[in-house]
């Protein structure tokens, strides 16, 4: 099972359409690309292992594993990157701004529902992030 995120850059935050075996699930936000610097920076394009965890904090969600040079990087609920982030991922149902979305609570347990409920015992699951071909609309 794979789940593909298509990013757009912006200075100021990155915004993404995450799906699930091609259909679509929701918006994420992330902190602007600052060459992977640890806690300010989204994590590099590529291919990853996910994990399901759970917190009391984050209650489930995911972890992403053998992220270089990163550790501890999950996709977890927030609204504001620049706020709430250090690397992470948060799922969105909408997106506000370029690192701004709303409803991730229930974006995140959107996902997570999709998740635990497709995934078969022992399949590995994978996120791949990808550059998306169209800019995020920027105002004049």
């Known amino acids: ?9 912006d200075e100021k935050g990155v915004n993404g359409t995450l799906f699930l075996n091609g ?30 965890r759970y917190t ?13 040079g990163r550790t501890n990087i999950l996709i977890h609920p927030a609204n504001n990157a620049l706020k709430e982030l250090k690397g992470c991922i948060a799922p969105v149902s909408i997106l506000k701004a370029p690192g701004e979305g709303l409803f991730s609570i229930k974006a995140t347990s959107i996902l997570m ?6 995934k078969r015992a022992n399949e590995q699951l994978k996120l791949i ?3 998306s071909n169209h800019e995020y609309p920027r105002k004049n």
Request: net charge positive.
């Open 113 to 118: 529902h999709h998740i635990k409920y497709i």
């Open 1 to 9: 099972m794979f789940l593909e995120l298509f990013r757009v850059y």
């Open 56 to 68: 009391k904090k984050f209650g489930f969600h995911l972890r992403i594993l053998n992220v270089f």
């Open 129 to 131: 992030i990808k550059s």
């Open 23 to 52: 259909k679509m699930l929701c918006h994420t936000i992330e902190l602007p690309w600052k060459q992977n610097q640890v806690g300010i920076s989204c994590i590099p394009e590529g291919t990853y292992d996910l994990s399901i």
